[in-house]
């Protein structure tokens, strides 16, 4: 599953095509490699209009104390049916995204973009309002954060080779 994206493109690039009318990021700096648990642009219809803020990866976890889920499948699961209504949906912008092929001796890194400049796309996401404690081991915030995660799908025939369970769902 999806646990490393890129995004490379300007706050202004996600800006014109999310038609965001507020912007949150301030001087964002390219990001060739976003993990779980890191912050990262979400954009979502807020109370004064469409916005575009950092958000951190990782929805709470069904299991008390399990890890982040970054990837929602099962949206049928009563779990998951709280944040699927149009007040919890997002998009997040990236430029590409990785999935690891399961090969010997260890998983290979392998990038999709949707073609060789990385142009700007998004991922189907869900967000949320969430208090505790999350970050890295070394860091760790404790408060009220605002967490996201990407809805998935079938895998398409060029990723289902390297991932055949799922991927994200690209708008």
């Given amino acids: ?8 493109r300007a706050p202004a690039a996600i800006r014109a095509i999310s038609k965001a009318m507020i912007d949150q990021t301030g001087n964002l700096e390219p990001l060739p490699g976003i993990w779980p648990d890191r912050m990262a642009p979400v954009v979502r219809e807020g109370v ?7 958000m951190r990866w990782g929805m709470p976890s069904p299991a ?17 049916q709280r ?3 149009p ?13 690891y092929l399961d090969a010997k001796p260890s998983k290979i890194p392998t990038w999709f973009a949707l073609d060789h400049e ?11 309002r969430w208090k505790g404690v999350r970050a890295t081991k070394a860091n760790p915030v404790d408060g009220e954060h ?3 995660a990407f809805l998935t799908t079938e895998p398409n025939d060029v990723v289902k080779p390297v991932h055949p369970k799922a991927m994200p769902a690209l708008l």
């Fill in 146 to 148: 605002q967490l996201y």
């Fill in 64 to 80: 008390p104390g399990g890890q982040p889920i970054t990837n929602v499948r099962n949206t049928d699961k009563p779990f998951w």
């Fill in 87 to 99: 007040e919890s949906r997002c998009v997040v912008p990236a430029s590409s995204f990785c999935e």
């Fill in 48 to 54: 004064d209009g469409r916005e575009i803020l950092p």
């Fill in 83 to 85: 944040w699927l209504g």
């Fill in 118 to 128: 990385r142009s700007l796309f998004f991922f189907a996401g869900i967000w949320t």
């Fill in 1 to 8: 599953m999806c646990n490393l994206y890129s995004l490379t």
